[in-house]
């Protein structure tokens, strides 16, 4: 019963840069791990990145390591995504989730999916 409300897309060039935000709100928990998904235009939503509560703790997907980085701040229910060095295959919505459960590269949330933000990178 947490409601998410990602923000922070929008329109940018190939190797420019976009900073997402997600606030949740409802029973959150501040032990819970918090990540990012995406789903290109055509294809099934993927797994992008998790961080664990203390924010020591951080996995991605291969496809956006040394790009994109996430934080959070887990007093005030926040989960960001830094990406840098933005390519058109990063055009997605994205979609970030909370709580469940992170192993080798399979990230389950217990939250439901929020309204997600679009990202589109031209080339």
């Known amino acids: 019963q947490v409601q998410l409300v990602e923000s922070g897309g929008g329109l940018v060039q190939a190797g420019g840069s976009l900073r997402l935000s997600c606030a949740a709100s409802?029973?959150?928990?501040?032990?819970?791990?918090m990540g990012w998904f995406r789903q290109p235009p055509g294809k099934e939503r993927e797994f992008v990145a998790v961080?664990?509560?203390?924010?020591?703790?951080?996995y991605y997907a291969d496809s956006v390591k040394g790009r994109f980085t996430i934080s959070g701040d887990n007093t005030k229910n926040t989960v960001y995504l830094q990406m840098n060095s933005l390519k058109p295959e990063d055009t997605a919505v994205y979609y970030c989730?909370?709580?469940?459960?992170?192993?080798?590269?399979?990230?389950?949330?217990?939250?439901?999916w929020g309204p997600g933000t679009q990202v589109t990178v031209s080339s």
């Open positions: 989730a909370v709580g469940g459960t992170y192993y080798r590269g399979t990230y389950s949330p217990t939250s439901d």
């Open positions: 409802g029973r959150t928990n501040s032990r819970y791990i």
């Open positions: 961080i664990a509560p203390g924010g020591g703790t951080t």
